[in-house]
Each structure stands twice: as structure tokens, then as C-alpha cells.
């Protein structure tokens, strides 16, 4: 009866993996011979898994990545300029303790979206409050929240985020709400959270995506000075490699093989 007592006031206080941990416990036909210390020590373990996975999926939900990537899938064989160390310091996030930005380039297809999403769920995984946005969507939702009074909140949402990753900068042109919208957006994160842009347009070439040269320099001012910087090329993934380009084995059958298909790592 006390322990149903203890189970129930685990499960009572949310301790679920411990009540988990506790139930296995005393289903077993014969305890094990495992000291005190020692199975304290697992079910603490197990309510420690349990939380750090649901804060994780939490995270995730909150960030809604455009691709569920993780650091570890990224494929190196493909020649796309990644640097596999400069990943791995970056998957350790002190860049995004020090509320420094990463500056993501590259041709259409090589994988930028991925790698910031990768980058993100690592992120995520370290207890960093993420949001993914497109840089069209965003400015829109933004335009709308100007008509039904939401602006400030949207903003401040924005400036609160541990790491926002603002994708497809420069593939639609700026209005100048836009551009006075992302020079807010930077100026409320400036020093205080990090920031993932990712574009196809070189960043030598940000400044001509605005109208106003000076919207443009406090832009980039904020921006680029703080800022890692991974450019990508070589050829789109989406296109189906043949066999010369492929580091696939063909098949028996027809001699041939298709690269991958879709953004990937």
C-alpha cells in the first residue's frame, strides 16, 4: 500500500519517469541486488531522459523547422564547402550564448535551408527557444499584423527568441515596410540573440537587395560584424546525379544510378 502511495504522488507531481522507473521497480518477480544509491541513481536518469525529451519536442514544436535535420545526418561527400569542423564548433551553440549571427549562402539545392534547420534542432536540443521563418512569409505576416494591431507583440516575439533563422533573404524583392521591418527586427536582437539569415544572394551583395542605402547599412551593420559565415557550392541536390557524379553504387540491373533527390544534407 505505501509503495502505491509513492507511485501515485510521483505520477501526482508529474515525476513520470521516476514513477516509471519505480513501477518496473516493483513489478519485478525477484528485486535486484542493485545498492540503494544505484537505483536511486537510474530512476533519477530515466525522469532526467523523459524531461530533457519532452522540453526538446516542446522546442521543436514552438520552432516549426522547415526540415526535421539533425548535425549528425549531414552527408560530407557531396562537394558543397562545408567544413566539418567548423559545424562541429558551431554544434556546441556558445556562438549563440555569445549572441553571435551565422550568414548561411549558396546556389539554389545545396542545402542551406538544412544545415540552418540542422543547426536550429541543435539549437533546440541545448534548451534555445527557435523560430524558423521564410523572409516572405515573415514580412507578410507582419504587413497583416499592422492591420489588426498586433505589430509590437509580433516584434517583441521576435526580439525575444534565442535564435531566429530568417530563410530566403534576397528571392523576393523588398518593399520598404520590409526593409524597415528586418532593420527593427535586427536592431531589437542586436547584441541580445542570435540570428541565422540564409539566401542564395551573396552576402557582398546584400546591400542591393535595399532601396535605402541607409536602411541597408544599419541592416548590415548589425548583422554581418558578429557573424559566422558558411558558403556552400557546387551543383543542386534535387537534380538526379548520373552515375560519374554519383558516390552510389549502381544497380546490377540498370547500370546506372540517380542521385538523391530533394534538399538534403
Not at 514544436?61 to 558551431?90: F, M
Not at 549562402?105 to 539549437?123: N, R
Not at 548589425?222 to 543542386?236: D, V
Amino acid at each position: 500500500m505505501l509503495s502505491e502511495q509513492t507511485h501515485q504522488k510521483m505520477v501526482d507531481m508529474k515525476l513520470f519517469g521516476l514513477a516509471s522507473s519505480f513501477q518496473e521497480y516493483l513489478d519485478q518477480p525477484e528485486k535486484d541486488a542493485l545498492a540503494f544509491e544505484e537505483r536511486l541513481g537510474l530512476m533519477v536518469d530515466r525522469e532526467w531522459s523523459g524531461r530533457s525529451q519532452r522540453r526538446l519536442q516542446r522546442h521543436l514544436a514552438v520552432a516549426k523547422l522547415r526540415h526535421n535535420a539533425c548535425l549528425e545526418d549531414i552527408d560530407y561527400r557531396h562537394p558543397r564547402n562545408l567544413d566539418r569542423s567548423v559545424l562541429q564548433r558551431l554544434s556546441a551553440c556558445r556562438w549563440i550564448e555569445e549572441h553571435q549571427n551565422l550568414l548561411v549562402t549558396g546556389p539554389t539545392g545545396v542545402g542551406k535551408t538544412w544545415i540552418a534547420c540542422a543547426l536550429a534542432h541543435q539549437a533546440c536540443r541545448q534548451g534555445f527557444v527557435s523560430l524558423y521563418f521564410r523572409v516572405p512569409r515573415l514580412l507578410q505576416n507582419l504587413h497583416l499584423a499592422r492591420a489588426d494591431g498586433s505589430y509590437p507583440r509580433q516584434l517583441l516575439r521576435l526580439a525575444k527568441t534565442s535564435l531566429l533563422i530568417l530563410d530566403d533573404l534576397g528571392i523576393a524583392p523588398l518593399d520598404d515596410n520590409g526593409q524597415r521591418d528586418l532593420l527593427e527586427i535586427l536592431e531589437d536582437r542586436h547584441g541580445l540573440a542570435s540570428t541565422i539569415v540564409a539566401g542564395q544572394v551573396p552576402v557582398n551583395h546584400w546591400h542591393e537587395l535595399f532601396s535605402d542605402p541607409t536602411l541597408a547599412e544599419a541592416f548590415l551593420d548589425r548583422l554581418i560584424h558578429n557573424a559566422h559565415r558558411i558558403e556552400m557550392k557546387g551543383p543542386s541536390l534535387r537534380k538526379p546525379q548520373d552515375k560519374k557524379n554519383s558516390d552510389l553504387p549502381a544497380p546490377l540491373e540498370s547500370g546506372a544510378q540517380a542521385g538523391p533527390e530533394g534538399e538534403t544534407a
